[in-house]
T-cell receptor, first 114, second 113 residues
Framework: AQSVAQPEDQVNVAEGNPLTVKCTYSVSGNPYLFWYVQYPNRGLQFLLKYITGDNLVKGSYGFEAEFNKSQTSFHLKKPSALVSDSALYFCAVRVGYNTDKLIFGTGTRLQVFP | DAGVIQSPRHEVTEMGQEVTLRCKPISGHNSLFWYRQTMMRGLELLIY????????DSGMPEDRFSAKMPNASFSTLKIQPSEPRDSAVYFC???????????FGPGTRLTVL
């Protein structure tokens, strides 16, 4: 069955330090992977996606993600965290080639401390 | 572009009442999605349309829920009768083609008393 897992409910990091938010997936075939961010009382905002090509994907607000096929992971990273990065982050995977259906992870709350 | 527009932003109603949520997708987008977000179940897809036709409604909880897309610029999600367990944030999203990024609206926070 297709699935996506975010093993950490919360990640705490000091401002200026690098951050990583973890995501692993299970799909048949080649995965389409997405990261979204949700600020309080707002909708989800698209950060980046992996469809094919370079394993390192660069996205909005200085975020990037590394696709690792052997580990079936798509971790979100940023070299230097900002307090304003504090939000809820969702990883998602498209469940099939001919469908637009996404499965979302349970979300990881990122807290960046000054 | 105005993005995906949802109305109302907040809805408080009493159990048994009919609730209608509305969505206007981004102009030119061909697919529209309805999601529900709760603490217990996270973010789950309820139904999605492509070119105004329902493609996958396997996430619709039960017959009390129905969704329509009468034209390319408007969709509704209706709950009749509403129950307290329907309390959630309902998001609408749209994209331009299969596999493309889905863009989300601000959501409707529904509270059923």
């Amino acid at each position: 069955a297709q699935s996506v897992a975010q093993p950490e409910d919360q990640v705490n990091v000091a401002e200026g330090n690098p951050l990583t938010v973890k995501c692993t997936y299970s799909v048949s075939g080649n995965p389409y992977l997405f990261w979204y961010v949700q600020y309080p009382n707002r909708g989800l905002q698209f950060l980046l996606k992996y469809i094919t090509g370079d394993n390192l994907v660069k996205g909005s607000y200085g975020f990037e993600a590394e696709f690792n096929k052997s580990q079936t992971s798509f971790h979100l990273k940023k070299p230097s965290a900002l307090v304003s990065d504090s939000a809820l982050y969702f990883c998602a995977v498209r469940v099939g080639y001919n469908t637009d259906k996404l499965i979302f992870g349970t979300g990881t709350r990122l807290q960046v401390f000054p | 572009d105005a993005g995906v527009i949802q109305s109302p932003r907040h809805e408080v109603t009493e159990m048994g009442q009919e609730v209608t949520l509305r969505c206007k997708p981004i102009s030119g987008h061909n697919s529209l999605f309805w999601y529900r977000q709760t603490m217990m179940r996270g973010l789950e897809l309820l139904i999605y349309f492509n070119n105004n036709v329902p493609i996958d409604d396997s996430g619709m909880p039960e017959d009390r829920f129905s969704a329509k897309m009468p034209n390319a610029s408007f969709s509704t999600l209706k709950i009749q009768p509403s129950e307290p367990r329907d309390s959630a944030v309902y998001f609408c999203a749209s994209n331009s083609q299969v596999g493309d990024t889905q863009y989300f609206g601000p959501g409707t926070r529904l509270t059923v008393l």
